[in-house]
């Protein structure tokens, strides 16, 4: 079973080519699997178009939320709550039985003004939060909590309550939001050809079905997916932990999609682009192949070296399993994405999310460099 049973811890090439790919690399993942989609032209047939458009599925935050919500920022910016969904519901099965889904990553992704620029910021799962009051997915109703986990709200509302408790926490107003899971990752790193990462030392986790030697491997879809849940194999196995080895591997899939040649090969482009439609699911806002390309075509300006990852700053609670944001920096770090600048670094310094120090455990690889299986 893929899920781990034990207490959840709150856890570059040279070359003016190689330049100008750098260049077109942004968020064009919007959670893993957007990427792909965005690179798709408007020339295709209109069949494969209605392919396409019918792999996504979509749902009506706005029409569930309602009026009392944070206003849009106004000026361009956007920001967009993705949430990696544990759910084992479908072929999902295969990764073992959990009651219910859970978010098992939550990522609040803050696109600039222009968007050239970006913050990411990650929220600990075992997060204790205020949870609003939320409608379930049959109509009835879940009352407000104190000191419950973050994740929890999606397990009793679904993404409806998920963003309406982020917003209450951050008093931004989500504008989009994006959902992948488990098998939706797994199949687009395979559609892929997998993703090369380096690993500084070895990695055995067996709770995540995970072995791999120190260095060079191209991942593939259960290799990267055992790597984004591993918690026990690096670190202080800390969910804490995991989620730096989560932002790592985000870093690598945007150099991969830069660098296998979609542009040039129509036929790997399709079969990215159709994963990746089938893998997420969306707001209504973006729930179309137009609406998504339209994101993406936004970015095309947005370096990756202009794309900043933090995690909320944090600190134990009494229950060392689970973490509490500290007030004073998390507002710094809301303040910061309402006024759309930089998050200070004085917002997350302390925080106990930089214990797990497993940052440079895995770095990007270039595409170009040997590489093998483990």
């Not at 978010?103 to 910021?121: F, K, P, Q, Y």
């Not at 939320?134 to 397990?155: L, Q």
């Not at 973006?286 to 202009?306: E, F, I, W, Y």
Request: proline residues 5%; hydrophobic residues 40%.
């Amino acid at each position: 079973m893929l899920d781990d049973q034990l207490p959840r811890t709150g856890s570059s090439p040279s070359g003016a080519g190689d330049v100008r790919r750098r260049r077109r690399r942004g968020l064009k993942l919007v959670a893993w699997s957007v990427a792909g989609l965005v690179l798709v032209g408007a020339g295709g047939a209109a069949y494969l178009y209605e392919r396409l458009n019918g792999n996504i599925h979509s749902v009506d935050i706005n029409g569930a939320l309602g009026g009392h919500r944070p206003a849009p920022l106004g000026n361009g910016a956007m920001d967009i709550l993705v949430l990696g969904s544990d759910s084992r519901a479908g072929a999902n099965r295969v990764y073992g039985h959990s009651s219910g889904a859970r978010s098992d990553t939550a990522m609040i992704v803050h696109l600039a003004a222009g968007h050239r620029s970006a913050s990411v910021v990650s929220i600990p799962r075992d997060t204790l939060v205020h949870r609003p009051a939320c409608k379930t997915a049959k109509g009835g109703g879940v009352p407000a909590a104190d000191g419950v986990m973050f994740n929890s709200a999606y397990e009793v509302g679904g993404p409806a309550c998920a963003v309406k408790t982020v917003e209450q926490m951050t008093g931004l107003r989500m504008d989009h939001y994006v959902e992948v899971d488990f098998t939706g990752f797994k199949n687009l790193v395979n559609a892929l050809g997998g993703v090369p990462v380096t690993t500084s030392q070895s990695i055995n986790d067996p709770m995540s079905h995970l072995d791999l030697p120190a260095g060079n491997h191209t991942l593939d879809g259960n290799q990267a997916l055992g790597l984004v849940r591993t918690r026990h194999g690096v670190g202080d196995g800390s969910d804490l932990g995991r989620i730096q080895l989560q932002q790592a591997f985000m870093r690598a899939l945007l150099d991969r999609m830069s660098g296998i040649g979609l542009s040039t090969s129509p036929g790997k482009l399709f079969s990215v682009a159709d994963t990746a439609t089938k893998a997420v699911t969306t707001d209504t806002g973006l729930g179309s192949v137009n609406k998504l390309m339209g994101l993406g075509q936004s970015m095309q300006h947005l370096s990756a070296s202009h794309v900043h990852m933090v995690t909320l700053p944090v600190q134990y609670a009494a229950d060392r399993n689970r973490v509490v944001p500290i007030p004073s920096q998390a507002a710094m770090v809301w303040a910061a994405l309402r006024a759309d600048k930089p998050i200070p670094a004085a917002a997350t310094k302390g925080s106990v999310a930089g214990e797990a120090k497993v940052t440079k455990v895995v770095e990007t690889r270039p595409v170009t460099t040997p590489s093998h299986r483990p």
